[in-house]
């Protein structure tokens, strides 16, 4: 059965600084392309980063040089770093577990981030 455990969300300041976690089980989570998505009032859930299984990242344009992902595969968890946290960050975000090449794909229960002064 698979399982996240999302950890780490919270109310900020603009300017602080956050560290999302999520914690997987269930499946070979070295196989899989782990991301971070957010969905905000009214929007669309969107990527906000992503890490391959060769640890290869990708971030969204928003969040470039603010957030980093980062995975430890021993630990089963997937990490995103925030600093300089805006009011525009503010959102439900998602750890997703994404295995290449098939149609395997899971999605963690979300983590609220409240940036706001």
Excluded: H
Aim: proline share 3%; aromatic share 12%; hydrophobic share 30%.
């Amino acid at each position: 059965q698979v399982q996240f455990v999302e950890s780490g969300g919270g109310l900020v300041q603009p300017g602080g600084s956050l560290r999302l976690s999520c914690a997987a089980s269930g499946f070979t989570f070295s196989d899989y392309t782990m991301g971070w998505y957010r969905q905000a009032p009214g929007n669309q859930r969107e990527l906000v980063a992503s890490i391959s299984r060769s640890s290869s990242t990708n971030y969204a344009d928003s969040v470039k040089g603010r957030f980093t992902i980062s995975r430890d595969n021993a630990k089963n968890t997937v990490y995103l770093q925030m600093i300089s946290l805006r009011p525009e960050d503010t959102a439900v975000y998602y750890c997703l577990a994404r295995k290449p090449f098939t149609r395997n794909e899971f999605w963690g229960q979300g983590t609220q981030v409240t940036v706001s002064s």
